[in-house]
């Protein structure tokens, strides 16, 4: 007998129905044939897959949204005027509520990996202070990492320098730049060897915001890849945006991918913020905003989709709703064949277990932990057009989150 049987589950891409026996938070059996237990939780052949991941989020900044911060171009730019006034008067226990409310909003639709930028250009590091407290507080609950992202340049703004390497001091999971915010080519050339030197002096992982522009000029993904191999972190590196990959001509994109593909990098592709954010100066017909997700993917390369901003002055939206984000490349990327759905679930899932360290104990398997979602639909398309909330989330066996499904009523008969 076991201590909990999870039955009749529709695991993704599998043909019949299993049920899965728990012992100990552990799967323990994954089978067709009847499994009893002493708690049973019947899923009529609804969806069980593992949690989402997701590569790119903000926790300091999240939940600011509102009529004092809204961002009324649209743009990059202004976002980040904003932020910096509101920088100014952060407090430890402000970032955590906010914090806490959005990673519980992102858990509810199945994400238990969340790897947040935490801006470092503030003299007090107070939001780093407050996350990797959080991090600590959470982790029997949640997998966060924390990123050192220093969003005034680590050029443009010399104290981040000595800011970010106190960050990775104080714990911080990777270090990040944003080269392309530097004053000059020249400048974000030097911000990425100073994050990779950090990173390599501190065994760090890299996660650089890369290319977030429509300036077809902006040529920092081929930087990123080409340290990458020189200082062998292949595998190592993530790098989120890279929007003028998508202005790039054909020739140069082709290689510029080939070079990722040898540098293993993960690209992170955030379509909410970067289809409203980005082609803002554009002329008609206007970009789509992301970055060539479908030509990386069949080239080989490991793509994520990320929620990024949630309700902030970059992004006034977002609910920690993952398949909203993999909803809108679905439509901007053209991936809407059952093959490249099968892409896209990849990237809000397994794509990110290399990234999190994570690839050894993620899925569903006998021997791995009983961490796992459920959803009250059937397939992966129903999963994307649907985008509901958990039925069910499981962490090492257990029920942590549990939501009634949605029911409707019609009161009078139509015809
Ligand atoms: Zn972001």
Redesign the pocket.
């Known amino acids: 007998m076991f201590e909990k049987v999870i039955k009749n589950a529709q695991l993704p891409f599998q043909k019949d129905l299993l049920n899965i026996g728990i012992i100990d938070g552990v799967i323990a059996s994954i089978s067709t044939e009847q499994l009893i237990g002493k708690e049973e939780f019947d899923l009529d052949g609804n969806l069980l897959m593992p949690p989402f991941i997701e590569m790119?989020?903000?926790l300091d900044t999240v939940l600011t949204a509102g009529e004092s911060t809204s961002n009324n171009s649209g743009t990059l730019s202004e976002a980040i005027e904003i932020w910096l006034k509101l920088k100014q008067s952060l407090r430890e226990d402000d970032v955590k509520k906010r914090a806490t409310a959005a990673i519980k909003m992102l858990m509810e639709y199945g994400v238990l990996h969340i790897r947040a930028?935490v801006d470092i250009s503030d003299p007090n590091l107070t939001a780093l202070t407050a996350l990797l407290d959080l991090k600590k507080q959470l982790q029997p609950f949640v997998d966060l990492q924390v990123i050192a992202f220093p969003q005034d340049g680590l050029i443009s703004c010399s104290a981040n320098r000595e800011r970010l390497i106190e960050a990775v001091k104080r714990g911080a999971d990777a270090v990040s730049a944003v080269p392309h915010l530097e004053y000059t080519r020249e400048d974000g050339v030097k911000s990425l060897e100073f994050a990779f030197s950090v990173a390599k002096e501190y065994g760090k992982d890299v996660h650089i915001?890369c290319d977030e522009t429509d300036d077809e000029h902006s040529r920092f993904l081929e930087v990123v890849a080409s340290i990458t191999i020189k200082e062998q972190m292949e595998g190592r590196v993530a790098a989120?945006h890279a929007n003028a990959l998508l202005y790039y001509s054909d020739a140069y994109a082709q290689k510029v991918m080939s070079l990722v593909k040898k540098a293993k990098l993960t690209i992170v592709c955030?379509p909410l913020?970067n289809s409203t954010m980005q082609a803002r100066m554009d002329a008609h017909p206007k970009g789509r905003g992301i970055t060539r997700i479908k030509e990386l993917t069949e080239e080989g390369i490991n793509v994520c989709i990320a929620h990024?901003?949630i309700q902030t002055p970059?992004y006034p939206f977002g609910n920690g709703n993952i398949l909203q984000a993999a909803h809108m490349a679905i439509h901007l990327a053209h991936m809407t064949g059952s093959e490249e759905l099968t892409h896209i679930y990849h990237m809000i899932t397994s794509n990110g277990a290399d990234a999190f360290s994570i690839k050894e104990t993620y899925g569903i398997k006998i021997g791995l932990p009983a961490t796992f979602v459920s959803f009250p639909v059937k397939n992966i398309r129903d999963l994307f057009f649907r985008q509901p909330k958990c039925r069910y989330v499981f962490k090492n066996g257990e029920v942590l989150i549990e939501t009634e499904p949605e029911k409707t009523k019609w009161t009078q008969s139509m015809i």
């Open positions: 790119h989020t903000h930028a915001f989120s955030c913020i990024d901003d970059f």
